[in-house]
């Protein structure tokens, strides 16, 4: 690895400052992130603290943010840590500022346009090289220093060993799989099956049942990957099983919690359309893709269910009985 590497991190928001503040406290990384809010720029920059998202924590000296995208002209390397939505209209905007040969990674878990991962709208819209990173990872922890995993999910092994070494010596482990579309997917899924464990737990908190339908989620997500092309080994890397269980049974999850209003009751069709979240969003694009693609409705019984909830009437009391009728095999 070069003496210094330059590191641009897209996004002040929760996981480009916690990833920020890792990667500036290794040596031999120069680490800025890019934000469009100038007020948390010039409070990281005068207070090393980011208090619109970390307000206790503060930042690594070496820090430093910036709203100037000629940033951007000397980053070896770019994470992209803004909400799935912005990322390719963001990526388009700004690609004549990325250094040549610059290595894009992306960390929104979303479609992108036209019912595709970001990665494979980037590799459209950009010459650079793209990559993915993945895993059950909340910022509040990885900030922390808390032992953190993610999958690079990457075309070749070089990619790969050129984020390891960035990561070596930080509390940040990584795993490897070429799979790029499994591991975009999974990352996907993870958020529409979490907000259903949701659903269950409010209704009933009971590990026996919680592990049931987690069961079953697994299974279905395994189903649905294998119909998007993705591979069976990419279930258990860290961006598999991992981040499943991560979002899908612990409160700090915003899609779980989505579930649990939604099993209390809480979810109405006068808030539904306030509450955007990667899952949400993403129930409809999957149903509407598996029923085009032809994949049995009965391979993705789980999500079609969670489809109807947030697209008509349904008696949500009725919801855990349904999941149980199922048959699974």
């Not at 090393?48 to 970390?54: M, R």
Request: hydrophobic residues 40%; aromatic residues 10%; charged residues 20%.
């Amino acid at each position: 690895m070069p003496e210094s590497v330059h590191i641009c991190i897209a996004g002040a928001g929760t996981l480009g400052t916690a990833l920020g503040h890792i990667l500036a406290a290794k040596p031999g990384l120069d680490v800025t992130l890019l934000s469009i809010e100038e007020p948390v720029v010039n409070d990281i920059n005068t207070k090393q603290i980011n208090p619109a998202y970390f307000p206790m924590i503060r930042l690594a000296p070496g820090l430093k943010a910036t709203t100037d995208n000629s940033v951007l002209r000397k980053a070896d390397v770019v994470f992209v840590a803004i909400p799935s939505i912005a990322v390719v209209p963001y990526i388009t905007g700004i690609k004549e500022w990325l250094k040549p040969g610059a290595l894009l990674v992306n960390l929104a878990k979303g479609f992108g346009n036209d019912n595709k991962t970001i990665v494979e709208n980037l590799l459209e819209v950009t010459g650079s090289p793209v990559c993915t990173l993945k895993g059950p990872t909340f910022a509040r922890e990885m900030i922390n220093h808390i032992p953190t995993a993610m999958t690079v999910g990457a075309e070749n092994e070089m990619i790969y060993r050129q984020l390891n070494q960035i990561f070596s010596g930080t509390t940040i482990y990584t795993d490897f799989s070429t799979d790029i579309k499994g591991v975009e997917t999974l990352s996907i899924l993870k958020n529409i099956y979490a907000i259903l464990i949701g659903i269950v737990d409010a209704h009933f908190d009971s590990p026996n049942l919680r592990f049931l339908i987690f069961t079953k989620a697994f299974d279905e997500m395994r189903r649905v990957l294998l119909y998007y092309g993705g591979r069976d080994e990419t279930l258990f890397r860290y961006c598999g099983i991992g981040d499943f269980g991560l979002t899908a049974l612990n409160d700090l999850s915003r899609n779980r919690t989505l579930g649990l209003l939604i099993g209390k009751g809480y979810f109405t069709s006068g808030i539904s359309d306030k509450v955007v979240l990667e899952g949400k969003i993403s129930v409809n694009i999957f149903v509407s893709e598996l029923q085009r693609l032809g994949m049995p409705e009965k391979d993705y019984f789980l999500m079609n269910e969670l489809n109807k909830v947030f697209n008509g009437s349904y008696k949500i009391s009725l919801f855990v009985s349904r999941l149980l009728d199922h048959p699974y095999s």
